[in-house]
């Protein structure tokens, strides 16, 4: 081993300007790639941008080198374009709740990491998957982490990359294979194409031909295949079909509560009918609808289950006008019943009057609906104006029916529901033929970019199920949209209007969307979960050919900033276990059914020890004796110390991730973490190659030989997190979600046959979770058995066996006891 040694003072003197260098340098990059980012949100007709938007700050990304400066770039970038693309939706929510637009830019700046994770997701997977296996995997596991994050934790707008391709009429046909989520995906493909080139151009320019080739590759098909679908959906709309009209109602009235105040609630009430009654009659009478929409919360009060003698007349005076006219009418009003109040759309026919409530799924944070932990006085008298309506159950499906008996089936979305593919795809799937959109973007009345942006993430539900949609608002932007996503008509932000569209009466083509429903997030963790493990499943050796070595270990080289995040992430784990179990115990009980349980283990659990896991892998390396050295090697790296230079193991004195040391070398130095289950066999090994070494202090000894006797009571496979936590739960899963598919869907494919290969893999998913669960929860009791066992026989010097008996005790229970126990309940019925 050779090193050079810098002179301190000197490398201090050069270090600021350095520092100082790269974050200009950081600021420049992600400065640059923000403003085109920000163009190609808020700019129409600027979908181009999006192309190459991202070039700047992945270039920047390139030369960054630590990991702690690309999150520090990261963070820069999620301020940046939280700035850039949703300034608005600050100044907005400032003025919603009173503050100045200021201090809401501040809130926005504040909050972008929470806002946009996805760019934090996309820098550590694309750093750590770098450093073992290159810059190709890199930036595939990368643009896999950024769209499954934001699958994971869906945002508050629903906001991704691919939505701004939504002015691009071919390449937004994509989106029927693998919605918004997959038009992201290809678009962060395509821009590390561009990154590769022009980072490859530099040295040599010629090497810049094949990223550029595979980018245009990756354009031209996603291109093709548009132009394709949109030759099918031309004949498809070409074919004659009966349709039914509707008017869409935008009063412009978005000063109720002032109203209210002013003449008081009943006068306002007449008000905002007597508007839209008048034209809603005129829509019917002068331009043929059919049918007529109003927009979210249009009626202020609950309907058909009046509060009041006033609101039981009004209810009755609407029945009345829809009778009148002949024509259904769907409009934003309030549901209630025992558990609380609802955002909802009343669906009311002229003949039968109300056929019912659609609730609204996906009530607006903290505005409209407040976590129940964190709900009470104190946070109520910081947030006043939270409102308490409660959530919907799912999308529901209406029949309106003209008088001479044509009939349409729609399924209604309020406000944020249209950002949610899943939601519009269910309903798609019981039988819709249109999606009717209610909003009240009344708050985007002095910044209608933000409306602009809610019809663009609006038109993708169309394109997703292909289904027509017809939008209305409060006062803009109200909307027709076709099967392609095209905006066929639309209203201007402050203008009162009337807007009548066509449903037509025929069945929507299929769509792949359809079939699986939102799966591209899904997909893509499992990529990245499969580029994480190449590594690991790859058969060669991890360094470079060498003679056979004595012996090799795989150490994991941690240093303090990782081993300390590694260990918070395996205690937060090992808290979220203990933290679901004291609910079961408590609350819950301990049958997992419910999928709030499996979501908090989840975010709890598998998040932070999957993270922990990686990070172990990303810093995997093999430390091998061979030839009187100690070898510690990666593809890229390869350290040696002849074996005469080592004098001491220091043994880590909290395990935490696991159990590590560190190399003393006979200068005095203290070589690097190491993370190591044997550190004792190490020890060994080493001192049989020829190494004078012993403990660097007391109790080191003690340590190793407790974690190595640990080490060597696991057994090989069945003690393996992938087979013990991953793949025994799934086999356990199988049976039991067999015969719920049975019992529920009449046999093992039914809800396949039924709902799509989306719905019965979701399905079969949460059941593995759920027993992922409950067999680390039964792994955790018996550890606790077995270490509690342990610690009692060292003190009558008989450790080593009960550990070795414990741990087969341990996986007879867990292997053999669990079917059993499963068998058993079955066939007892």
Known sequence: MSGHHADNESSRHAAAPGRAHGWITHLAGAGLSGGLLAGYALIEGAWALGLVALLPWLLVLDGAGRL?????????????????????????????????AGWGLLALALLAPLLQPQLFAFVLARQLIGHRLGPTWAALGGACAWVGCEWLWPKLLGDTLGHGLQPALALRQFADLGGAAGLSLWLLLVNECGAAALRRARPVPSLALRPLATGAVLVALVWAYGAWRLDALRVHQSEPAPSLRVGLVQANLTEVEALRERVGSFEAVRQVLGTHFAM??????????????WSETVYPTTFGSPKSDDGRAFDSEILGFSATLGVPLVFGTYDRDAAGEYNAAAVVDPQRGLLGHYRKTHPFPLTEWVPARLDGPRFRS?????????????????????????????????????????????????????????SNDAWFTGYPAGARLHLA??????????????????????????????????????????LVGEIPLRAPPPTLMMRWGDWAGAFALGVLALIVLLPWLSRGPVGP???APDAVFVVSRLSTPWRLLTALLRVTAALGLVWIALRMATRDGWQVNSVEQIRLFAATVLAPALAAWAIERAFAMRAVIEAGKLVIEQPALRIEFPLSSLRALQVWRWPLPG?????????????????????????????????????????????????????????????????????????????????????????????????????????????????????????????????????????LGAAAAVRLAGERFGRLVYFLGVPVWFAIRVLAG
Request: aromatic share 10%; proline share 4%; net charge positive.
């Open 68 to 100: 702690r400066a690309a999150l520090g770039s990261a963070w820069l970038m999620s301020v940046l374009m939280a700035l850039g693309v949703f300034h608005w939706f600050g100044a907005a929510f400032a003025a919603y709740v009173g503050w100045g």
């Open 280 to 293: 809603s009659a005129h829509a019917v009478r002068e331009q043929g609808a059919e049918a007529l929409l």
């Open 382 to 438: 910081l947030l006043p104006w939270a409102g308490s309506w409660r959530a919907g159950d799912g999308p529901r499906v209406f029949p309106l029916r003209t008088a001479d008996g044509r009939e349409a089936s729609v399924l209604p979305l309020i406000c944020l529901d249209d950002v949610r593919p899943q939601l519009a795809i269910n309903g798609a799937r019981l039988g819709a033929e249109a999606i009717l959109g209610l």
């Open 457 to 498: 993430v609006a038109s993708f539900r169309s394109i997703e199920t292909r289904l027509p949609q017809l939008r209305v608002t409060t006062n803009g932007l109200s909307a027709l949209i076709d099967e392609t996503g095209g905006i066929v008509a639309r209203t201007g932000m402050g203008q009162q209007a009337v």
């Open 545 to 547: 050919a060498s003679p």
């Open 659 to 795: 159990p590590g040391l560190r190399l003393r070398l006979a200068s005095g130095r203290l070589w690097s973490g190491w993370r190591l289950d044997d550190p004792l066999g190490f020890r060994n090994k080493l001192q049989a190659g020829g190494a004078l070494l012993g403990w660097d202090r007391p109790g080191c000894e003690e340590r190793a030989r407790r974690a190595s006797q640990r080490a060597r009571a696991r057994h090989r496979w069945l003690d393996h997190a992938a087979v013990k936590f991953a793949l025994f739960p799934l086999l356990t899963a199988l049976p039991a979600f067999r015969l719920h598919q049975h019992i529920a869907f009449g046999g093992t494919f039914g809800e396949l046959l039924t709902y799509g290969v989306g719905a019965w893999l979701g399905g079969l998913l949460i059941w593995w979770v759920a027993w992922m669960l409950g067999l680390m929860l039964l792994a955790a009791a018996l550890r606790i058995a077995i270490e509690a066992a342990v610690w009692v026989a060292e003190r």
